[in-house]
């Protein structure tokens, strides 16, 4: 019974319309929207197709509302192209249309998890790289409304089933998650904030805010000096940076090796654990260095490095995405060291108006380095104002998921440190 119930639902016996919009393929993937500013088109492109509008897309970038570096092609795209086919997302890309050019400028590009789009779902996911930071869409910020509004169209036409969308990973308070929270009522759909966090964060206005953590701070520095001191005993220390594509090629083999050495290696969590995730790094941060969107720093003693991190840049926000040290060097502390120096060389960039931890909330070490924090929190909308009174359930449905999710891990963790101990 159970294997004649899974071998309806495999995808060769769904709907032609189904497997039409999930593949990306045929009219179904599109839907034109018509108003007085002209004709707006979205449309589900594959990765190949997605390609020939590189340059669209890095121009949308530029505009974009809310900055978000995993998103722009350089990263998104190639992380596509380095997934299996099961695996990559279906990409809503949102164009305006001018007089008989239905193309004439794109205005958003919005990803969705494949299998998040069945027709047993109820909440569908946007699309987050395990790698990404932020799941903010990229929306032209001269056509902000309409590129949303055509989205929730088309998501309504063809949302199969589902009741809400969560958008993952947004900046609480940031443009995009504000806009999409507006337009959602505009148009009657609900919407509730899930997990909301901190994270540490670098700003040039932040102050520390009171005498006793001035204090504190100012002793973590003097025993960072102290540990700085005893390095320098070990041999000579030079701090380097890279950024040229030449350059960068090379310090990323560096990168993933010292990472691989590393306690990430142990777990099969390293880039270099994975063939297809160590391609992806290698060819992402070859393109954004090309587009001037990346930098490698690292800290070597006697002319090798024993910690490293990997800075992403978009607009006028950095995004301290990876970072790796020797555990040889451990008792010095090399990445705090590193972390430290990289924190001046953000805060003397009048270019930066905020540099991103991209760490997880409560993080041991950054927290105590950074005293600012950026906000983040997950977003849930309705997807069809006809189906408003099914809403108040989804929530109740994926809070308590993510609570048996999170009560999960939490037994697991502890079965780990056990097993440790």
């Known amino acids: ?216 701070s100012r002793k973590r520095a003097r025993e960072m000096d102290r540990l700085a001191r005893r390095l320098a005993e070990a041999g000579d220390v030079v701090f380097g940076s890279a950024s040229d594509p030449g350059n960068i090629r090379y310090a990323s083999e560096w990168f993933l090796a010292l990472e691989q050495a590393g306690w990430k290696g142990r777990r099969r969590t390293a880039f270099l654990s994975d063939a297809g995730d160590a391609a992806f790094l290698r060819a992402a941060l070859r393109q954004l260095a090309r587009a001037g969107k990346c930098r490698i720093d690292w800290i070597a003693v006697e002319g090798r490095p024993i910690a490293m991190a990997i800075v992403l840049r978009s607009a006028d926000r950095a995004y301290y995405w990876k970072t790796t040290y020797d555990e040889r060097y451990a008792r010095y502390s090399p990445g705090v060291q590193l972390t430290r120096r990289l924190a001046e060389r953000q805060l003397a960039d009048p270019n930066v108006r905020i540099t991103d931890s991209c760490a997880i909330a409560n993080h041991p070490m950054i927290d105590r380095l950074w005293p600012a924090r950026q906000a983040m929190f997950d977003l849930l909308v309705g997807v069809d104002p006809a189906r408003a009174r099914a809403f108040p359930a989804a929530v109740r449905r994926e809070r308590f998921a993510r609570s048996m999710r999170a009560a999960a891990k939490s037994a697991a963790n502890a079965v780990l440190r056990r097993r440790v101990s």
């Open 1 to 216: 019974m159970a294997a004649h119930f899974w071998r309806l639902m495999s995808m060769q016996h769904w709907p032609d319309e189904v497997r039409r919009f999930i593949g990306g393929q045929g009219p179904s993937a599109a839907s034109r929207l018509r108003s007085a500013e002209g004709e707006t088109l979205v449309e589900a492109l594959t990765a190949d197709e997605l390609e020939a509008y590189r340059a669209d897309w890095r121009d949308l970038a530029r505009r974009a509302l809310e900055p978000n570096p995993f998103m722009e092609p350089d990263f998104a795209l190639t992380a596509m192209l380095h997934l299996p086919a099961s695996q990559r997302p279906v990409m809503a890309v949102v164009w305006q249309g001018a007089g008989s050019e239905p193309r004439a400028r794109m205005i958003g590009v919005w990803g969705f998890e494949q299998g998040r789009f069945g027709v047993l779902g109820d909440v569908a996911r946007t699309w987050k790289y395990k790698h990404s930071a932020l799941g903010a869409p990229l929306i032209d910020r001269l056509a902000a409304a309409r590129s949303v509004d055509a989205v929730l169209a088309w998501l309504r036409e063809r949302r199969l089933g589902h009741s809400a969308l969560v958008f993952r990973d947004l900046v609480d308070g940031g443009e995009a998650s504000r806009l999409i929270a507006d337009r959602c009522a505009a148009h009657g759909l609900g919407c509730a904030g899930l997990n909301h966090h901190q994270r540490a964060a670098l700003r040039p206005t932040i102050d520390v805010e009171t005498g006793e953590r001035h204090r504190a």
